[in-house]
């Protein structure tokens, strides 16, 4: 009996132990998840207090803006800055033409960069990888430095003024092809050859296989085209002219900054107007616009 007493000691010991252990690991698991939350709540705070005050300034009256200290929050909100900013900026007009020219942008660039990066990564031909860093090396040329030859061209092709002009220099996207070129190559080699055998010519296997395994790096695309167009400014301004038609949000922004410019509180409503759309759609694909840009983080 007591030789059995002995023998289950240590056992028990470390028994003990193990559970101690086990209760300091799940101790520091929830310090670090705290200080990762605290982490994330001041970085929250910090990107979204601009925000806030755009949003409390747009409600109140403009010498309650320049009032020291200025308020935070809005006692007595004036509500009819956005009805104001909507029919003085004709931001209605500009919305629908950035909208236009959205799609169409996003469509070319999620299009070109899927058959640009099937090309890339599944086909075989000479100079592939050469070509391949050269498409690249676009990325390091500034849109300015083309800006000149860009409306050069866009002005002897008659698409001055149109929505043709605003958008066909900007239908294919290299950042685009080389992260879905990245996914791409995720994607098993025996997968590809099952297919072959299976009959799949390369378009049914980039659009029945390769795509759907890499929608959400395409969902990335997708998103980032979209912000990069909504809030692409230099280009629309300088190939629209004063034609009302086809100018965008932020050229309507900066008319209504003109013209509003003793309502600061206006200006600042037009602009929570427009940012709405980018809130919206950042907040639909937050989960795709992250899993596309992990996808090729790990194998």
């Known amino acids: 009996m007591h030789a059995d007493a002995t023998a289950l000691a240590p056992t028990s010991r470390h028994s003990a132990a193990t559970e101690a252990a086990s209760r300091r690991d799940r101790r520091h698991r929830r310090i670090r998840k705290v ?4 982490l994330l709540s001041v970085g929250a705070v910090v990107i979204l207090f601009p925000i806030y005050i755009a949003i409390v300034n747009s409600l109140l009256a403009p010498s ?11 006692t007595h909100p004036m509500w009819s800055t956005y009805p104001t900013a909507w029919n003085e900026g004709h931001l209605g007009l500009y919305l629908r033409n950035s909208a236009i020219m959205t799609a169409i942008i996003v469509v070319g660039q999620v299009v ?5 990066a099937y090309a890339f990564a599944f086909l075989s ?3 592939r990888k050469t070509l391949f860093i050269v498409f690249l090396s676009t990325l390091m040329i500034p849109f300015e430095v083309t800006l000149i030859t860009n409306l050069d061209t866009v002005t002897r092709l008659g698409w001055y003024n149109t929505f043709q002009g605003l958008t066909v220099p900007f239908l294919a996207t ?30 049914r296997f980039m659009t029945r296989v390769a795509v759907p395994l890499a929608r959400p790096a395409v969902a990335a695309v997708a998103v980032f085209s979209f912000l990069a167009s909504w809030n692409n400014y230099l280009w629309p301004l300088v190939v629209t002219g004063d034609n009302n038609n086809v100018r965008t949000v932020q050229i309507g922004l900066k008319l209504l900054a003109n013209t509003e410019v003793q309502n600061i509180n206006v200006t600042l409503a037009g602009t929570i107007i427009a940012i709405v759309p980018l809130v919206i759609l950042l907040l639909v694909f937050q989960k795709q616009l992250v899993r596309g840009l992990t996808a090729g983080a790990v194998k």
């Not at 200080?35 to 605290?38: A, C, E, G």
């Open 35 to 38: 200080i990762s939350y605290l």
């Open 174 to 203: 290299g950042f685009g092809t080389f992260l879905l070129r990245q996914s791409f190559l995720q994607i098993p080699k025996d997968l590809s050859e099952a297919a072959t055998l299976d009959g799949y010519g390369h378009w």
């Open 125 to 127: 031909f000479p100079f």
């Open 64 to 74: 309650q803006i320049a009032h020291q200290p200025p308020p935070f929050f809005p």
């Open 112 to 116: 070109t960069a899927i058959l640009a």
